[in-house]
């Protein structure tokens, strides 16, 4: 029916459709006035066509204020079912759009619905995490919060369309290996801003360089080994400072801002400002091989030589904590950006990680067999890429039991690793670096077909994709050179937390909001939102305590006592009848409860006993009894 | 080949003039936003810290009175005027802007033991220990005229309270009985009594407004219909009720300010368990005034000192005192709900602030909107014990502080008792009585 209507409405007023039929006169002369533009309610063509009784219905039907049953389901859950697809018909059935005042039709009637994978990605309660025993009162605030959190995580996935920039990619044409595209070709191919981004540095004379970006993605620091330090504008080539210092240069950090660099020198670890000036010389910290600045915590993590994992608090210049990770000298670290754990590699091929508030690893994975020899981690903290002597080079998954997911041998193995914000994977071998590229953002990389090879004129010795541009900087033997990558970089940055085209003024504004919401370095642990779920465990020792104090239970049912009832209905005998009755029911549920787990618990241990650990099942298994 | 590659046009970032503001791209991606809920936690902890630096609740003390101050009156029209009433029989108006007194009367020999404002604010009526009650003008007397009351009612009792109708032109006063006056006549239309004790304090139901609540000396709270000229129950308790206080949003609620330093919320409905008890005070409470919001009500107390609690918490949230303040003898919530007035002992009445850390005046909308994410945010944190120590933290007055240690061992110890003796006695024989149901002796009706 409403199919019909809404094709019925859909046709235009025609001119000719003002003249009624003569059989139509009479009821003609009863219609109220109407405005010339509002649309003739039974089309003579129509009517011709649809016996007389359906018509009456019809009009019925228009009367009525034009909501279709459907909508108000779509109104509760603001989620479409199905991905968004452009309108078909079929899902027109349910919009028939509403017709204002002038009569003009609103063709896209009700709120614009949200594609699932938008909203879910803005989604924070975890559904699943259910709250056992929780009271009423509980349970109805809990509804409310998680109703707001659809509602809120709907609405940011709406804004999506606001943002301005798309992500950029590079396909091949048919049959065309997006590998074997060089950089000389795409660089010809982009426009001239994006070309400019493409350069080498030939610094051959200061050997091999590591090399970072500061978290806007503007600037970029260099060491090379033979203690050259630079820092420049990479976007203008601006050089902001170039010292040697007279000393191996292991490793180079930007600490939360462009302003100070931390560079680990042969002996001690040294803090240097823009311009070039050491401001800090921190001998505690010494034979330093590897550096990562957490920047939420403010917090600079070394690994040394000596086998140990400081943590050093840069807004307050104290020492944290140095933990002994007891595995020999320590030159593979990786931070994992969405908890701010350090992953460490081992020369026994596993990789442990760490926090500061824990004086053991936080979780040990053995990885692989022979050293470790690199270890990367993307920025939803869901993959973790490592690669060991063996050659290999495999992807974990670090949600639940690190499980691996894919592996690969690569003929020289990988050195050095590194994630892009869009979760392509770059890793250098000698002197080729291969990049490898998944399904789209938060999928894995596949590791059987390169997405861009390119080799260098030396061997690599450090890697980092920069943020919010498509371009991979390494480092090597011969120098700096800054690859582009199409489609690497998250193409849309937010201006409060990393703004690439910031003012002075603004990072002074930004730099103070950080530091005053600096996180707390007891707070990193694997699950950075266990802070906001319920603390079950103390709740309910709170709970047994408070029962001990008291000596009865505040919160216990009360035993039932049955209401008296009319005059000369409640005999004591019925009382008693009506309070075994309750109580039998009760003991009832409970026994079947007990007989039900313990049901569960005599499949769960024969399950165990007839599957043997470690041996394939075999047909004749139906055999067994 | 088919390649695109980012490629940002600096225009579209960047200002384009210094007059204009800076351009600030936002994207909501969780990915690009990580430890959110640390970071939200830091700032919680962050705005509790200022919520508690900030907190300056006292705003002024309006001097004047010869005496201690008895009893104070909102006007009803106006918020910036008060009434007080003292114990040497003086009234004064109060203006809350000025923080002077604006007008002085003579209105009584003795106390003047109740005050209330007719509810079209041209008058107020007094009663005091001279056995009179006064209707006065609340415009002062013009030039070269005497300062007189409108009418003088002599009664043959002294009358401990006075209220004012809502609606109607009839006021109820107490004393040894509760009567209900006709502002013309000079003998009350009824009188209605339940024993013979003499009785505290007479309030009118804000809302079902032929109600009214009186307190008397013999521990009973009795509630009257003024349409029945009878009492309609009454509710005794352990200890004495001072006052009571209605809610002026929910017709069936009120306070009472008990002398066994707790404060019982009771439902008219059901008056054998109150529907909570307010712990907090060390010494009698003597005042109790609501919000205007009826979520929360303010109590004055012998302690000195003042506490706000919420409805519906036993505990209080903010407690206010000074070095100088005396026993607070009254107090009342201001009809903006922003304020609160207490009159003490030593002379002053004192105005403080309902929010301790409040900022007053006009807000920016970008400090309104701070505020409000501050707020949820202290809100959504509340229950982690760091952000929940700094928030209840407050300073206390030596003595108040000592006591409560001390009814803290008191109470561990009655405790402690009672289970020793549930459990060395049969079971069932010490039954559990909770906390709310232990200090009502009996409804009657």
């Known amino acids: 029916m409403d199919h019909q209507l809404v094709g019925l409405m859909e046709t235009a007023p025609k001119p000719g459709g003002d003249v009624p039929h003569k059989k139509n006169k009479l009821q003609s002369k009863r219609k109220k006035p109407r405005r010339y533009w509002e649309e003739e309610e039974t089309s003579p063509t129509a009517a011709g066509a649809s016996p007389g009784p359906s018509r009456s219905k019809k009009r019925k039907q228009e009367l009525r204020p034009r909501r279709p049953k459907n909508t108000h389901i779509q109104k509760k859950s603001r989620i479409s079912k199905k991905p968004q697809v452009p309108r078909k018909s079929g899902e027109r059935r349910n919009l028939v759009p509403q017709r204002t005042l002038s009569g003009a039709q609103d063709p896209f009637p009700g709120p614009a619905p949200v594609p699932v994978e938008a909203a879910l990605k803005f989604r924070r309660i975890d559904k699943s995490k259910k709250l056992l025993h929780s009271k009423s009162k509980t349970r109805s605030r809990l509804e409310v919060a998680d109703a707001e ?37 795409i660089v010809e191919a982009v426009d001239i801003a994006s070309a400019a981004k493409h350069f080498d540095l030939n610094l051959r004379q200061f050997g091999p360089y590591r090399l970072n970006y500061s978290r806007t993605g503007r600037h970029l620091a260099f060491g090379g080994r033979r203690g050259h330090v630079a820092a420049l504008d990479w976007v203008t080539k601006k050089l902001m400072c170039e010292i040697n210092v007279i000393e191996a240069v292991r490793d180079i950090r930007f600490l939360h801002s462009e302003a100070l660099l931390s560079v680990a020198q042969n002996r001690w670890l040294h803090i240097y400002d823009n311009q070039g000036i050491e401001l800090h010389c921190i001998r505690r910290c010494d034979r330093i091989t590897r550096l990562e600045f957490l920047p939420f915590h403010f917090l600079l993590a070394t690994a040394s030589e000596t086998g140990f994992l400081t943590y050093l608090d840069v807004s307050v210049g104290k020492i944290v904590t140095a933990l002994n990770a007891r595995a020999g000298r320590l030159d593979v670290m990786t931070q994992n950006p969405y908890n701010a754990v350090i992953h460490l590699g081992h020369s026994n091929g596993t990789v442990s990680l760490w926090s500061p508030a824990v004086k053991e690893p936080l979780a040990k994975i053995l990885c692989h067999r022979g050293g470790v020899r690199a270890v990367a981690v993307d920025s939803t903290g869901t993959y973790m890429a490592t690669s060991g002597l063996d050659h290999q080079l495999k992807i974990f998954d670090l949600r639940g039991m690190f499980q691996p997911l894919s592996a690969r041998t690569l003929p020289q193995g990988a050195g050095h690793l590194a994630f892009s914000q869009r979760g392509l994977l770059a890793a250098g071998m000698g002197d080729v670096v291969n990049i490898w590229a998944g399904q789209g953002k938060g999928s894995p990389p596949s590791l059987e077909q390169p997405y861009l090879t390119h080799r260098l004129s030396g061997h690599v010795h450090g890697l980092q994709f920069c943020p919010f541009e498509d371009v991979l900087g390494v480092g090597h033997n011969g120098g700096i050179t800054s690859m582009l990558v199409p ?31 600096k996180v707390p370095a007891e707070l990193i642990c694997l699950d950075p939102r266990a802070l906001a779920e319920v603390d079950v465990v103390t709740l309910e020792q709170e709970k047994k305590e408070r029962i001990e104090r008291l000596g009865y239970d505040p919160e216990a049912k009360a035993p039932f006592q049955p209401k008296p009832k009319q005059k000369g209905r409640s005999s004591t005998a019925s009382l008693v009848k009506r309070k075994r009755k309750v109580m039998d029911k009760e003991h009832r549920v409970r026994t079947l409860d007990k007989v039900r787990q313990s049901l569960e618990q005599q499949q769960h241990d024969q399950e165990k006993k007839t599957k043997p650990t470690g041996t394939r099942p075999s047909a004749l298994d139906r055999f067994v009894r | 080949m088919k390649v695109k590659m980012l490629s940002r046009n600096p225009d579209n970032y960047v200002r384009e003039t210094k007059l204009d503001i800076q351009r600030v791209p936002r994207n909501y991606d969780p990915t690009l936003h990580p430890f959110e809920v640390p970071r939200e936690y830091v700032r919680a902890l962050n705005a509790t810290k200022l919520e508690r630096v900030f907190a300056k609740p006292f705003l002024a003390s309006l001097d004047g009175h010869r005496d201690g101050v008895n009893c104070l009156a909102k006007h009803p029209k106006s918020l910036a005027t008060v009434l007080s009433g003292a114990c040497d029989g003086e009234v004064r108006i109060w203006n809350l802007t000025k923080r002077k007194c604006i007008r002085t009367i003579q209105a009584h020999e003795g ?134 206080c209605w809610n002026p949003m929910e017709a069936f609620i009120f306070t009472a300010a008990n002398e066994d330093y707790n404060l019982y919320t009771f439902d008219m409905r059901a008056l054998d368990t109150p529907v909570m008890v307010h712990m907090d005070h060390v010494s009698a409470v003597l005042d109790v005034d609501y919000s205007p919001t009826g979520k929360e009500f303010v109590s004055a107390s012998f302690d000195k000192s003042i506490r706000i609690f919420p409805v519906d918490k036993s505990r209080s949230r903010e407690v206010y005192h000074t070095k100088r303040m005396q026993h607070v003898i009254c107090v009342k919530w201001t009809s903006d709900s922003k304020y609160i007035m207490c009159g003490s002992d030593e002379m002053n009445i004192r105005l403080w602030k309902a929010n301790a850390s409040e900022k007053l005046g006009v807000l920016t909308s970008r400090e309104k909107a701070a505020k409000d994410y501050n707020q949820k945010l202290k809100e959504k944190f509340q229950h982690h014990p760091q952000i929940k120590r ?56």
Not at chain 1, 161 to 181: H, Q, R, S, V, Y
Not at chain 1, 490 to 510: A, H
């Open chain 1, 149 to 185: 959190e659809e509602e809120t995580s709907v609405r940011a996935a709406r804004s999506e369309l606001l943002l301005a920039e798309e992500p950029g990619f590079l396909e091949g044409d048919d049959g065309e290996d997006t590998a074997k595209i060089r950089q000389a070709d």
């Open chain 2, 390 to 445: 700094i928030s209840r933290h407050r300073h206390l007055p030596k003595s108040i502080y000592s006591q409560i240690q001390e009814q803290r061992i008191m109470k561990e110890a009655r405790r402690r008792k009672e289970v020793n003796r549930r459990k060395h006695s049969k079971p069932g024989s010490v039954p559990i009585v909770s906390e709310k149901k232990k200090h009502i002796v009996a409804v009657v009706k």
């Open chain 1, 487 to 517: 489609g690497a970089a998250e193409p849309n940055f937010d201006g409060l937390e990393n703004n690439p085209y910031r003012s002075r003024k603004q990072r002074q504004e930004w730099e103070v909001k950080a530091l005053l919401e």
């Open chain 2, 111 to 244: 106390f003047v033991r109740g005050i209330c404002t007719r509810f079209c604010g041209t008058s107020f009526f007094t009663t005091g220990d001279d056995k009179t009650v006064k209707q006065w003008k609340m415009d002062g007397p013009g030039y070269g005229e005497e300062e007189e009351p409108l009418h003088t009612v002599l009664g043959k009792t002294v009358y401990t309270g006075i209220d004012h109708h809502w609606k109607e032109a009839v006021f109820a006063t107490c004393g040894q009985q509760v009567d209900i006056w006709d502002e013309q006549r000079t003998s009350p239309i009824c009188s209605m009594t339940w024993g013979f004790d003499s009785i505290s304090s007479v309030k009118f139901n804000p809302i079902e407004t032929f109600l009214l609540g009186s307190c008397a000396s013999d521990r009973n709270i009795v509630l009257y219909d003024m349409r029945q000229a009878t009492p309609l129950k009454k509710v005794i308790l352990d200890m004495r009720t001072n006052t009571i």
